[in-house]
């Protein structure tokens, strides 16, 4: 299980740039004219994470396999896409299906490149795409609840919808506002607000380090969100670089992340996501779980058979692996735990399933 982020925002402001430079790809088109990005670009990026390619040198594996991050560069989205301006209904269908939604404003002066709305107004921008998916939301739950689809739903599910439409129109969306059952129908009947997001300020060169009048205004406006401070021009600079030059150049500019990085780091946070790992002389491999998952339901990530079959997990924390060398040393040494299915993973556990053939 990897997680998938949508990359939104209004025509031109740095999305298929910032698509590009995270993927290390050129597959989005990047002009200075709305709508060059028709179709979505989909990008499928592995996490980087030390502490597997640590397990890999200690098992002597054949194999390193990351876990994965998908982004997708999402059309621009428009004034009135909830009613079909622009690229509107292809926007709403594409980010429907993702995990989180980046939202990318534009942070920056330029006389080069346009502006849909003339003047740099991050603020209205993200109030712009916040009402077009709320219009949606709404739309789609009239539909929902029109007499002959009605029928088809509870009585609980019918005060759920009423719920919900009364919050949408009160302009606010509807993350963090039920409980995961009810979260999980509203999303499966495709509500978009309901969706998490982490908002990417995309500035200048010069800003990288302290930000600047826009993204003062931001963090001030949205103090409860994630935010990031990016220049997508250069992530794109960094990418193109050599692995081995990357470092320097970022100490130069004083960058301690690249962009990648934060969005990894805050896309974890918001999904509430863990990383566990099975090592062994075939394969190191990374796995991505919700925090809080259960054994047996960590065992169905990698088979459904295992989860099934689950008999007990064999656990050695991540450091006393690292410690150690081994599962046998870590054994020996009193490291190692057998767990039953209702044993909730965390972070960087480093597990053995035993499960009945």
Request: charged share 30%.
């Amino acid at each position: 299980m990897g997680f998938k982020c949508g990359i939104v925002g209004l025509p031109n402001v740095g999305k298929s740039t910032l698509f590009n430079a995270l993927t290390s790809s050129k597959n989005a088109q990047a002009a200075n004219f709305p709508f060059c990005t028709i179709d979505p670009n989909i990008g499928i990026v592995e996490v980087p994470d030390n502490r597997i390619n640590k397990l890999s040198l200690l098992s002597k594996s054949k194999k390193t396999i990351n876990t994965n991050i998908t982004f997708v560069d999402i059309a621009g989205l428009v004034k009135g896409a909830s009613k079909g301006e622009g690229l509107g209904n292809k926007f709403l269908s594409h980010i429907r299906e993702v995990d989180a939604i980046i939202h990318l404003v534009r942070c920056f002066d330029s006389e080069k490149i346009q502006h849909v709305s003339k003047n740099i107004d991050p603020i209205n921008d993200l109030e712009i795409i916040k009402t077009e998916i709320l219009l949606a939301d709404i739309n789609q739950i009239e539909k929902k609840l029109q007499k002959n689809i009605k029928k088809k739903l509870t009585e609980k599910q019918i005060i759920l919808l009423e719920k919900a439409l009364e919050i949408l129109n009160k302009n606010e969306i509807l993350e963090d506002k039920f409980n995961n059952e009810e979260d999980k129908f509203l999303q499966q009947i495709g509500l978009i607000s309901t969706k998490p997001f982490i908002i990417v300020c995309n500035v200048d060169e010069k800003s990288l380090g302290d930000g600047n009048k826009y993204t003062k205004i931001i963090t001030e406006k949205y103090k409860n969100k994630k935010i990031i401070i990016v220049c997508a021009d250069i992530e794109s600079q960094i990418v193109d670089l050599r692995p081995e030059d990357r470092l320097n150049y970022m100490k130069d500019i004083g960058l301690e992340k690249t962009g990648l990085d934060k969005l990894i780091k805050a896309g974890y946070d918001l999904l509430n996501l863990n990383t566990f790992f099975t090592s062994g002389p075939e394969e190191s491999r990374a796995w991505t779980i919700k925090k809080n998952t259960e054994a047996h339901k960590a065992a169905g990530v990698i088979h459904s058979d295992f989860e099934k079959n689950f008999i007990r997990a064999e656990v050695v924390t991540y450091e006393d692996f690292e410690k150690f060398g081994s599962f046998e040393k870590a054994k020996e040494n009193g490291k190692l735990r057998l767990e039953g299915k209702n044993y909730f993973v965390k972070d960087g556990d480093v597990l053995f399933f035993r499960v009945n053939p």
